[in-house]
């Protein structure tokens, strides 16, 4: 997981610039940063500027921007295409000739050495960082009960499953709808930053990771907002899988009211038992069916990447939707270049449990571009 993207909606406090036109670009002081240890952002933002005192009140403007953090881990040991970086040409040609020198197959049509090669590879390279996955797996399954019970209460019967939702996923025949994966998302999320940093614990590494998306997070509302403005009433986090991303969006927000929304009535059981205090959705993120402009941020933590390119389109859209006058909409996701250069079996492990990682889906996903057509404004890297 590498790049992360933000959105906010028309502001309500005063502003002390004037209104951005359709088209301008603004940079504020906490515009692009890059930091050591993570992968990369983008950030859009939905609001609305007035003019000083004097002047007449301008239209709402919908803004974009692009946040950091960005840097290199192992993502780069691999052998680096043999092309000079620089034109637009030349990364095309080493995507292509990245995406050539690997031929992924999808998950339902491995062996089943091939599939627990590439689960093995997963569990065992967690465990020797530290990361206790079978315990963790164990302690899981020992509140089953609470499970079922979680479940219960939190899962939409009606809810219709898109078809790529019912696909294998993750190295898991059944995808996100079985308990399986459900029972292993606390130590899959502990292991998602082992590339990023080199000579940390797994703690030290999350910690980095996460405390630069809500540094960049809380730096664009008070950028947007001012520094003297409350901060955010009603957060969603969209995709919140096993709730621990919501969680952190909490401590980037403590006085806000924080939702998560996900597909999977079992992963939200799990986020319900983890984090008994935050609120939990079972709702489809392309049509949620929640009242629009009702949220001040909404959050897609590593959500893009998963989605074929139109649900992705979908989900932005909806996104924007959901977002109140004032409200910064949050993307953290992944680096399509960065995911060409792993090392071919790391990237092939990656890849076969990833469907939607792939020409014409998200490798086709323009962000900047996307938030653009939806209004958002004043994108940048």
């Known amino acids: 997981?590498?790049?992360?993207?933000?959105?906010?909606?028309?502001?309500?406090?005063?502003?002390?610039?004037?209104?951005?036109?359709?088209?301008?670009?603004?940079?504020?002081?906490?515009?692009?940063?890059?930091?050591?240890?993570?992968?990369?952002?983008?950030?859009?933002?939905?609001?609305?500027?007035?003019?000083?005192?004097?002047?007449?009140?301008?239209?709402?403007?919908?803004?974009?921007?692009?946040?950091?953090?960005?840097?290199?881990?192992?993502?780069?040991?691999?052998?680096?295409?043999?092309?000079?970086?620089?034109?637009p040409v030349e990364q095309s040609d080493a995507m292509d000739k990245a995406r050539k020198q690997l031929d992924v197959k999808p998950w339902e049509f491995l062996s089943g050495m091939a599939k627990d090669a590439a689960r093995i590879w997963f569990v065992q390279r967690a465990e020797d960082r530290g990361i206790p996955w079978r315990f963790s797996v164990e302690r899981m399954q020992a509140q089953q009960k609470e499970l079922d019970e979680r479940f219960s209460e939190l899962c939409n019967p009606s809810l219709q499953y898109p078809e790529y939702y019912t696909k294998p996923f993750h190295g898991y025949d059944e995808g996100n709808l079985s308990w399986k994966p459900a029972h292993e998302l606390e130590a899959a999320t502990q292991s998602m930053c082992l590339g990023y940093y080199d000579g940390m614990t797994w703690q030290e590494a999350q910690e980095v990771f996460r405390g630069a998306a809500r540094e960049a997070l809380a730096a664009r509302w008070q950028e947007t907002h001012g520094a003297e403005a409350h901060g955010p009433r009603r957060l969603l986090d969209v995709g919140c899988s096993g709730g621990f991303s919501t969680q952190e969006m909490a401590r980037t927000f403590p006085d806000a009211e924080v939702t998560g929304l996900d597909l999977s009535p079992y992963f939200l059981a799990v986020a319900k038992q983890k984090f008994p205090d935050l609120n939990f959705v079972h709702a489809n993120a392309e049509d949620t069916g929640l009242p629009a402009g009702s949220f001040d941020v909404v959050t897609l933590n590593f959500l893009l990447h998963e989605l074929p390119l139109e649900a992705s389109q979908n989900v932005l859209r909806e996104a924007y939707r959901l977002l109140a006058p004032g409200g910064v909409l949050a993307v953290l996701d992944v680096e399509p270049q960065q995911l060409l250069e792993l090392p071919p079996f790391r990237r092939w492990a990656f890849q076969v449990t990833e469907p939607w990682c792939k020409d014409g889906e998200y490798y086709a996903l323009n962000l900047a571009e996307e938030l653009k057509k939806l209004g958002f404004q004043d994108a940048e890297e």
Do not use: N
């Open 1 to 87: 997981p590498l790049p992360q993207q933000a959105a906010i909606a028309p502001s309500v406090p005063k502003q002390k610039e004037v209104a951005a036109s359709p088209h301008s670009s603004q940079k504020g002081p906490h515009g692009p940063r890059v930091l050591p240890a993570a992968i990369g952002a983008l950030a859009g933002v939905r609001m609305m500027r007035r003019f000083r005192k004097a002047r007449v009140q301008q239209p709402r403007m919908r803004p974009v921007v692009r946040l950091g953090p960005s840097a290199a881990t192992e993502l780069l040991e691999s052998k680096r295409a043999e092309v000079t970086p620089g034109s």
